[in-house]
């Protein structure tokens, strides 16, 4: 199996392989003891991690500087994911194969670095935590299961977390928190359910829920950090706030208060008429504006946007269609300056939109499946 990643840094995102997740065999669940004791030593289970041999650089052959890199992943069936890290130097991708690959990256070149292993079904979606917590990944499983794992030294990764039977159903989308949260990743499942995992100053580990929707989560996205002026002249952090997409239609908003988590209100135009598959959450380019973008089994991507904090606090929301496309959409992600969206349809094609002055989008580039026809 192939996939590809952007030279100047990608979007992180592998085009998404179909929504038949829901509908996988069901695979034996592990008998490990749920626990979130604390990991002062870390034990890592046998065949883990396998290392691989000493293996030369693969160099992709490029004609242009700004054209994609297609990695061979060696994968035994569908890739999912894609994701590269904060500095674009590691690439994971994951499997119905139940394993993760991990390469290094260096220009137009990579290396094999490690294969991961742990999970007893397929592997849907990945998330690296900030650098500040090393080379951390997270990973979410049809098993109902989040994995943590840290690359201790070049090529050997330890396994940090085995959050077993976190969920009573799939687990179809996890994403690390801002660092300045400290490390937070949230997991969205078809069970229903968001579960939140907190690791504590004492090394421990808690688990929180919220009830989003009984007919299943399919997505979570991050609020980016916020500051805001209180009272006083006083600089303070803004809530955690994050973004759910469900098997019920709907984008969800919510908030994190000193009662727990809340719902907010969100009243827009439009929305989606089917499950929706990926909500993206865009990094801050104007303070006190939130722009969200979601995709869906309708064929269309929608983007949400309040102008300051008084429309968030009110509930108010404005939507539009960026497009329709002809097949369902899997997956919408930002670029870092979260002024270029990529999009991951079932034509098996990855198109990039750009917003103009006059808040119209644009298509301004596509990347088609080369690879699959090779």
Known sequence: ????????????????????????????????????????????????????????????????????????????????????????????????????????????????????TGHNGPIYQLSWAHPKYSSCLASASFDGSVLIHRESRPGEWILVKAFHGLHDSSVNGVEFAPHEYGLVCAAASSDGRVSLMSHEDDGDWTVEYLSDSPLGVNAVSWSPYGVAEGQGGEVKSLPMRLATGGSDNGVKIWSKTEGGWEQESLEAEVGHNDWVRDVAWAPNVVPGRSVIASCSEDKTVIIWKSEDEEDVDNGKWTSMVLHTFEDPVWRVSWSVTGNILAVSSGDSNVTLWKEGLDGSWTQVSQVEDVASSD
């Open 1 to 116: 199996m192939a996939t590809m990643y952007g030279q100047q840094g990608g979007y992180g995102q592998q085009q998404y392989g179909g929504g038949g997740y829901q509908q996988q065999p069901q695979y034996p669940q592990q008998t490990v003891q749920q626990g979130y004791g604390s990991q002062t030593q870390y034990q890592v289970p046998q065949q883990q991690t396998q290392q691989p041999q000493q293996q030369p650089a693969v160099v992709a052959p490029v004609e242009d500087k700004m054209a994609p890199i297609y990695v061979d992943t060696q994968h035994d069936d569908m890739v999912h994911d894609a994701q590269l890290d904060f500095y674009g130097t590691k690439l994971a991708t994951c499997s119905s194969d139940r394993t993760i690959k991990i390469y290094d990256i260096s220009g137009n070149s990579y290396t094999p670095n490690a294969t991961l």
